[in-house]
């Protein structure tokens, strides 16, 4: 374990599901990030977080919507998502937004749509 | 906007020694970092660098030339456990973004 947490491993959804990926860190960071990972494509930032507000959404569809409740906890909540949206979704979380001992990465959730 | 290159794919022999390049072109740089991983798993913090000069940490070191938007990671004596993904990330000026390479797949063989 790497001390972020992420829930569940693996999700299989239908087009017209809704379900939420969760991620746990208590590593006392500050800045928590989603990121997805797809096959032969380099990591794609989503979103970012530090000190719980929003700072970053990377033209994201509204299909995908986070939430940040506190600083140790990060939800991505999905909804009627696409096939093409299949892919491992990474949680990851640093000191503060810039910080120079780089990012904590969870296992990732492995999402396939169906 | 950033644009990272990095091979796609190389092989070394157990014992060797690697370099893995990494060209970068940034609207803002804030620091590069080097990560690894392995198939199936979380990416894992290497390094960072964010003067010029050679970073040594253990049998991995990494270097950084801002100049020439240019860093490469070095690998000694390789081991097996080696072979995996090495993901070059450029921290931009605007807080906590940071852009991600394609990724190397280095294949450590006997």
């Known amino acids: 374990e790497t001390g972020v947490t992420q829930t569940p491993r693996h999700l299989v959804m239908g087009m017209t599901n809704k379900k939420s990926l969760k991620c746990e860190q208590h590593?006392?960071?500050?800045?928590m990030y989603w990121y997805k990972q797809s096959a032969k494509k380099p990591l794609e930032l989503m979103f970012v977080?530090?000190?719980?507000?929003?700072?970053e959404n990377n033209s994201v569809p509204s299909r995908f919507s986070p939430e940040c409740p506190n600083s140790s906890h990060l939800f991505l909540h999905l909804h009627t998502l696409q096939p093409e949206d299949s892919a491992l979704y990474l949680c990851?979380?640093?000191?503060?937004?810039?910080?120079?001992?780089?990012?904590?990465f969870g296992s990732g959730t492995r999402l396939t749509v169906v | 906007g950033q644009n990272i290159d990095q091979p796609t794919e190389m092989t070394a022999t157990e014992g060797a020694i690697v370099q893995i390049n990494c060209t970068y072109q940034?609207?803002?740089?804030?620091?590069l970092f080097w990560y690894q991983q392995h198939a199936g798993e979380a990416p894992t913090f290497l390094s960072y660098n964010v003067l010029d000069g050679l970073e040594e940490k253990g049998r991995f070191s990494s270097f950084l030339s801002r100049s020439k938007g240019y860093s490469y990671l070095l690998l000694k004596e390789l081991q097996m456990k080696d072979s995996a993904s090495y993901l070059c990330a450029v921290l931009n000026t605007n807080a906590g973004k940071s852009t991600f390479g394609d990724g190397t797949t280095l294949t450590v063989k006997p």
């Open positions: 977080y530090n000190f719980k507000e929003q700072t």
């Open positions: 940034t609207s803002g740089f804030n620091g």
């Open positions: 590593l006392g960071h500050n800045a």
């Open positions: 990851a979380s640093s000191q503060e937004a810039d910080s120079p001992y780089g990012y904590t």
